[in-house]
């Protein structure tokens, strides 16, 4: 065996290379982001988009989303619950669990976590936390254990979108040994913060598809998170994560991240890279850019308070002079997309209303202000305000974009003022501009959570618009109750419709998400729904293996021949066409010879095939020879242990007629071909070493080429 493997090593430079790779290719996948956990990773304090993205892959929930969501109430799929129900009322929801699920620590989950989740996040209620941000107590009243596996939430008011609540990092179920209660109740001095040194004490989650190993953060700045996967995941049986190991690198800037996934340094670039690299990168065979819809949604606002805009007419010919197109394209490059309606694209119940309004239609804005005496002499004049403070993206080139869209009508004058950000909030709340610009960012994927925030009159005030319709109200709060998804997405017609006859708010574009990977990066889904889920993304790969090479005959008379039998097989996730060659050495000699080669072996994804050739021993020295295949690796290919297939049993040459391998011709040979006399393969007594021509069949032949060699030996 050791000289095989010295002959392995001397005839394949090249795999020793390729080792080095595959120990690389070991220690999993680098995420590189921009982004960073803005304070801890506790489902009670987190409301930031990277501490959700990771409490997502530590954490898991009731219900979680299927993959390409749109926040429709049939995109929930069971996750720690395997099945629920809701009451006729829609005040009682109940949810049964998975069974015999266990935290990274070993402990049963059971009902009682669920509700020492909630009770703690409503409990600590912590004023930058997302349970109060996002209004948990007003919607729960109490979560009660029905049983080990029963757990019942009692809502207090019917609240059709409290699934995707559910489904929220939010909502994550936490370890109580890991969340623990401080005093006589929770309050904010019980959030698990980052614990230098200690990972595990980091987070208080341990039921999710991976484990936190490590975490680097220096000086309040993320370095470097690590993520194992985790076995006791519920869903490990069924292959998740696909990817053991992922790497998390944090970067100071779009510029470094660009750099990083271009170099190779990193497997996957996610949030934030800039448009002109996501175009360069657009072009570079080696990587794919993935798109998905973003929550994200800019709109315009217009303060019906006081003229012009008191006027709804007046409002239509704003909705109505909008270019959508310019300012996605000049401004954003295209990573952003035009956006005609409050519940943007890639949400359930979405419909492209404002569309109707133009896009834009000079014609109908001319038509609807010369009503009011506007015109190309006498033009509807206004300001419209813009926040100089970064808070939205490039707000003075949209504001700017705005103003060229709508005086193109010829019958519009706007004048911009651009302010930072606090003076900005507080003239809003004051409603002493005219028009102002504003974005929106979803809690949870729902058309309810963007109706409700932007155009219902009290969800709504925030925006300070002075935007009140009763009838809208009604619709709103009653897609919102208890409402089936048909009843739901019927009302969400209706809502939107009569967005485009009040146009409280005019819609602009909505965010665009991206990732970039290598090439052979799978899994990668960027629904509205969630941040990139880890558990998905896998590395496909060319992977060619040998996974058995035999021998018909274990003793071959010197000059015979004997038939090899090899099992080459497509593990990777590619077809493949590859060269196999079979090898012979002499036990005790470093005489290694090449017997035979296959050239252009072609095989699917999945497949294997065996491939047959007959080895003809003349030339060859007695003694014992160990057969073994090599697949020569293909393009890419990083897994060449598997290339190498040694054969178990050494084939023995010698003198022809020594079938019993005793090393001399005698009556125990001719025993042995008498025994298996006239068998051919099927036969019980048939000897392949004792059919020394290879005819298929033990026969006076074999017996004859006993008599003529009787007595050598070797
Ligand atoms: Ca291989
Ligand atoms: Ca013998
Ligand atoms: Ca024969």
């Not at 080990?148 to 809502?155: E, P």
């Not at 300070?464 to 709103?476: A, E, F, K, S």
């Not at 025993?671 to 051919?680: D, H, L």
């Amino acid at each position: 065996m050791i000289l095989t493997l010295l002959a392995i090593l001397v005839l394949a430079a090249e795999p020793l290379n390729n080792k080095t790779v595959l120990a690389q290719a070991d220690l999993g996948l680098t995420v590189g982001t921009t982004d960073a956990v803005e304070s801890c990773l506790d489902p009670a304090h987190a409301y930031d988009y990277f501490g959700w993205n990771v409490i997502q892959s530590l954490g898991c929930g009731l219900v979680e989303y299927k993959v390409n969501a749109t926040g429709s109430p049939d995109d929930f799929v069971p996750s720690l619950a395997t099945s629920w129900s809701v009451s006729s009322d829609g005040l009682e929801w109940t949810f049964n669990l998975r069974q015999v699920v266990k935290y990274d620590d070993g402990t049963e989950f059971n009902a009682t976590h669920v509700k020492y989740t909630f009770d703690r996040g409503m409990d600590i209620a912590d004023p930058d936390g997302a349970f109060l941000g996002i209004g948990y107590c007003d919607i729960i009243q109490n979560v009660t254990v029905v049983d080990k596996d029963i757990v019942k939430f009692y809502l207090k008011i019917p609240f059709a979108a409290f699934l995707s609540l559910v489904a929220l990092p939010v909502s994550f179920i936490v370890d109580p040994k890991y969340a623990p209660m401080h005093g006589t109740s929770w309050n904010t001095t019980d959030v698990v913060v980052y614990n230098d040194g200690n990972a595990r004490a980091s987070h208080p989650m341990g039921l999710g598809p991976y484990l936190l190993k490590n975490w680097t953060r220096v000086a309040g700045r993320d370095y470097e998170m690590r993520l194992e996967a985790n076995p006791n995941y519920w869903n490990a049986s069924g292959g998740y994560p696909k990817t053991d190991n992922i790497i998390l690198k944090f970067y100071s800037n779009s510029t470094g991240l660009a750099l990083a996934i271009q170099a190779g340094e990193i497997d996957i670039a996610y949030r934030q890279l800039g448009a002109t690299d996501i175009g360069i990168m657009k072009t570079n065979p080696d990587l794919k850019v993935w798109e998905g819809d973003g929550p994200f949604i800019q709109y315009l606002c217009l303060q019906e308070k006081y003229a012009p805009f008191n006027e709804t007419e007046i409002r239509q010919a704003i909705g109505a002079a909008i270019n959508r197109t310019a300012i996605v394209q000049t401004i954003f490059s295209r990573q952003a997309q035009e956006l005609y309606s409050i519940i943007p694209t890639g949400v359930f119940g979405h419909s492209d209303v404002f569309q109707k309004l133009g896009d834009p239609n000079y014609t109908r804005t001319r038509e609807l202000l010369a009503k009011f005496g506007y015109n190309e002499t006498n033009k509807l004049t206004f300001t419209l305000w813009y926040e100089i403070s970064g808070h939205y993206p490039q707000s003075q080139q949209q504001a700017q974009g705005l103003k060229t869209s709508m005086e193109t009508s010829g019958v519009i004058t706007v004048s911009l003022q651009g302010i930072d950000w606090p003076a900005y909030r507080g003239m809003r709340q004051n409603e002493v501009m005219q028009a102002y610009i504003l974005g929106w960012y979803p809690d949870y994927v729902d058309p309810d959570d963007y109706v409700f925030p932007l155009i219902h009159s009290s969800g709504g005030s925030w925006i300070h618009d002075n935007y009140n319709n009763p009838t809208m109200d009604q619709l709103i709060e009653l897609a919102r109750g208890n409402a089936t998804s048909t009843e739901r997405s019927a009302l969400y017609d209706q809502i939107q419709n009569l967005t485009t006859t009040d146009c409280p708010i005019i819609p602009l574009f909505q965010g665009l998400t991206y990732a970039v990977s290598k090439r052979e990066i799978t899994g990668i889904y960027l629904d509205i729904t969630a941040p990139l889920r880890y558990w998905y993304i896998a590395s496909s790969h060319n992977d060619i293996a040998i996974t058995d090479i035999t021998s018909l005959k274990t003793v071959v008379g010197q000059g015979y021949n004997t038939s090899v039998d090899v099992t080459v097989a497509d593990v990777g996730d590619f077809n493949e066409t590859c060269n196999v060659t079979v090898y012979s050495a002499l036990t005790y000699t470093s005489n290694t010879t090449a017997i035979h080669t296959f050239t252009n072996v072609t095989l699917d994804s999945g497949t294997s095939t065996v491939l047959t050739f007959t080895w003809g021993t003349a030339g060859f020295a007695y003694g014992n020879y160990t057969l073994w295949a090599y697949a020569e690796p293909v393009p890419s290919e990083t897994n060449v242990a598997n290339n190498n297939y040694t054969c178990s049993v050494p084939v023995h040459i010698g003198v022809p007629g020594d079938i019993n391998n005793d090393g001399t011709v005698d009556m125990k040979d001719v025993m042995n071909a008498v025994y298996a006399f006239n068998s051919f393969p099927g036969k019980s007594r048939w000897s392949p070493n004792a059919d020394i021509d290879g005819n298929g069949r033990v026969d006076l032949r074999d017996i004859l080429t006993i008599v003529i060699n009787f007595n050598k030996h070797e």
